[in-house]
């Protein structure tokens, strides 16, 4: 069974930085385009970013590129966003997320991690 | 980037009736390899989203066939034949033809 299991949130000062990870397992990790989305505290869903099986390419909404980073490490089935120079704005939470086929659609989806940014 | 809209906003069903939602986007989401980019997911209360259609009308392994997705070019429609009590959540239509990947604002479906 696929299980994905976001971790890292928590409370950051505007201007800080924070790395979120995600574990998978169920399923051969290595194959899949991986995606970070967001929701802001009441509002709708936001694409992050995603990356490419292998880890070759990265693509992210332009709100957050130059300040995230997503890598991944196969060997442990585990993803990551690294989020720097954070803002109020990117208060939400974040949700880990396999890609169904290539980048598109969204199968699996952890259950989420609260980035609260304040001071 | 594409705007995906949603219409309506909020709709309340009674159990057992039909339920239909539009998404629109601002450009067609069909690719030069013929498929139409074009999903839509349920966040269902205090949940994560789950995904109910992909590429426009495939539905996902283990959605009801109650669910069906239609439309091409830049109108869709996702349709429930009958609703029923646990279909209450918010509705999202997503476009996967181009980075960035963009959500509709949402529809919030209640039952009467």
């Known amino acids: 069974e696929v299980h994905l299991v976001d971790s890292g949130g928590g409370l950051v000062q505007p201007g800080g930085s924070l790395r979120l990870s995600c574990a998978a397992s169920?399923?051969?990790?290595?194959?899949?385009?991986m995606t970070w989305i967001r929701q802001a505290p009441g509002r709708g869903l936001e694409w992050v970013g995603n990356i490419k099986a292998d880890g070759s390419e990265q693509y992210f909404v332009d709100s957050v590129r130059g300040r995230f980073t997503i890598s991944r490490d196969n060997a442990k089935n585990s993803l990551h966003l690294q989020m720097n120079s954070l803002r109020a704005e990117d208060t939400a939470i974040y949700y880990c997320?396999?890609?169904?086929?290539?980048?598109?659609?969204?199968?699996?989806w952890g259950r989420g991690t609260l980035v609260t940014v304040s001071s | 980037d594409i705007v995906m809209t949603q219409s309506p906003l909020s709709l309340a069903v009674t159990p057992g009736e039909p339920a239909s939602i539009s998404c629109r986007s601002s450009q067609s989401l069909v690719h030069s390899n013929e498929n139409t980019y074009l999903d839509w997911y349920l966040q269902k209360p205090g949940k994560s989203p789950q995904l109910l259609i992909y590429l426009g009308y495939y539905r996902a392994s283990g959605v009801p066939d109650r669910f069906s997705g239609r439309g091409s070019g830049t109108d869709f429609t996702l349709k429930i034949s009958r609703v029923e009590a646990e279909d209450v959540g918010v509705y999202y239509c997503m476009q996967g033809l181009q980075n960035p990947f963009t959500f509709g604002p949402g529809t919030k479906l209640n039952i009467k």
């Open positions: 169920g399923f051969t990790f290595s194959t899949y385009w």
């Open positions: 997320v396999r890609n169904l086929r290539g980048d598109y659609a969204f199968d699996y």
